[in-house]
């Protein structure tokens, strides 16, 4: 069953700090927005790369980390009640006879709103996938088999020859769940140490010793059996050389990297998968479609937050031209204006 | 001070380094393909690559905050990799030759 199509005045792409801050200085026009993001919560790289790191260049704000940051923000932009669509990739846009946009995500949702506006940073956060040869030919196989990123259905997994490689927490929880479900768990990592917490590095370390879980201080170099049926790896450890390993699925947890994806095939000019914008707009070449923060690139661009926030402010100046071409834009300031007071809840 | 620097298709070029901004820095700004996503910090693996001949052992160690990121990193080579954003160009490290890991 599919919903019927969402129709709102901005669909912002990405949730990261710029698009957040677009929903507020489009809020302040009255213009309403949905944010699609691939993450599960906002905060794009802030969250998702150093939530714990200091900023030190938001001006205003001495110090503060990614998370605080974007806390506040999404603190900020409270008033104006974005609908946000979290774990969705935005995949394919289009135009409509009435010249409205079409949004379409990976999830099924559909957003028709006037004005598109891309704030997708570097692009979407996807994992990482380990530089073997022929890997792609076992993704996507199917359920408990093969190469899989994320564990969505854990059942599946039962009875399965597993192979987990990584260190990070993702790498020991999953070895920890999946253990007792598997016919045989196996964990490699290039060392003898992780990052992970370290009550699962114990926890780990427990199942190995019953003889539950085999570590191997080893990496995978290749992969065997028929493209979607993974029957066997070759594995490369410091010590005992290269050996071949039974393993109906691979698991690989080396956390997330950022690709364009599919904003490349949306029809945008693109330079150097980047945006090209005016600097007046920061509208694209396509009319309607808007591009702030990282994606987008103009003579003299820098890739800081505070540009961004600049940028948000001009963008939605023309966005409100084209989504309410019949009104006048009043241009007023939250220090005096009773009325933009009044949506934001103070007054 | 030079850094001797190998694309993923094999293609070494001399770089100059410049004292006391990152191996990550000099390689991204002469055009190597080196995501850099975090821009530094330490904080995204993306900035990998193998430091060959024997310069592993003649850098400064490795972090803890280093060592724990590079579990994020693909393809590790023990002895050998390392995160360019947190290797300093000096004197000391003039010659230096690295290898950007796949991606």
């Known amino acids: ?347 | 001070m030079k850094i001797i620097g190998t694309d993923r298709q094999g293609n070494t070029k001399d770089v100059e380094g410049r004292d006391g901004w990152s191996v990550m820095e000099i390689l991204r700004d002469a055009g190597f393909d080196i995501a850099a996503e975090c821009g530094g910090a330490c904080a995204c693996a993306t900035c990998h690559v193998y430091v060959t001949g024997d310069w592993y052992e003649k850098l400064p160690a490795p972090s803890e905050a280093e060592i724990d990121m590079l579990d994020m990193a693909l393809a590790v080579e023990p002895g050998s990799s390392r995160l360019s954003c947190q290797i300093i160009c000096s004197e000391a490290t003039d010659g230096i030759q690295v290898t950007v890991a796949p991606e």
């Not at chain 1, 939530?51 to 205003?60: H, R, V």
């Not at chain 1, 598109?116 to 890997?135: C, E, H, N, Y």
């Not at chain 1, 003889?211 to 049926?229: D, I, L, N, Q, Y």
């Open chain 1, 1 to 347: 069953m599919t919903a019927a199509p969402i129709e709102t005045d901005v669909v912002i792409i990405g949730a990261g700090p710029i698009g957040l801050f677009a929903v507020f200085e489009l809020g302040l026009l009255d213009l309403k927005c949905h944010l699609v993001d691939i993450l599960d919560r906002p905060g794009g790289q802030c969250t998702e790369l150093y939530p714990e790191k200091p900023i030190y260049d938001i001006p205003g704000l001495p110090i503060v980390t990614g998370q605080e940051l974007v806390n506040k923000l999404m603190e900020q932009i409270k008033p104006f009640g974005a609908q946000f669509h979290f774990g969705e990739m935005a995949t394919a846009l289009e135009r409509q006879a009435d010249g409205r946009w079409k949004l379409k995500t990976d999830a099924g949702t559909e957003i028709i709103a006037h004005v598109v506006v891309v704030a997708a940073g570097a692009g979407s956060f996807q994992p990482k996938r380990p530089p073997v040869a022929g890997i792609e030919h076992f993704e996507n196989a199917g359920d408990g088999i093969g190469v899989h990123y994320a564990v969505r259905k854990m059942e599946s997994f039962r009875g399965k020859n597993i192979l987990i490689a990584g260190g990070g927490d993702s790498a020991l929880d999953w070895t920890i769940n999946l253990a007792p479900i598997a016919k045989s768990l196996t964990l490699v990592h290039h060392r003898d140490g992780f990052r992970a917490a370290q009550h699962s590095v114990n926890q780990m370390r427990e199942l190995e010793a019953a003889g539950k879980v085999k570590f191997h201080v080893a990496s995978v170099k290749a992969m065997h059996g028929e493209p979607g049926k993974l029957a066997a790896v070759t594995l490369a450890g410091a010590d005992k050389g290269e050996w071949q390993h039974e393993a109906d699925a691979f698991l690989p947890f080396f956390g997330l990297t950022i690709k364009l994806g599919p904003i490349a095939e949306f029809g945008i000019n693109l330079h150097e998968n980047l945006i090209p914008v005016d600097t007046a707009r920061f509208e694209s070449q396509t009319p309607g479609l808007f591009a702030i923060g990282d994606i987008n690139t103009y003579p003299g661009k820098l890739k800081l937050i505070l540009s961004g926030f600049h940028e948000a402010a001009l963008m939605s100046q023309a966005a409100f031209h084209i989504a309410r071409p019949n009104e006048k834009l009043r241009f007023q300031y939250t220090t005096s204006s009773s009325n933009l007071q009044k949506k934001l809840g103070v007054s």
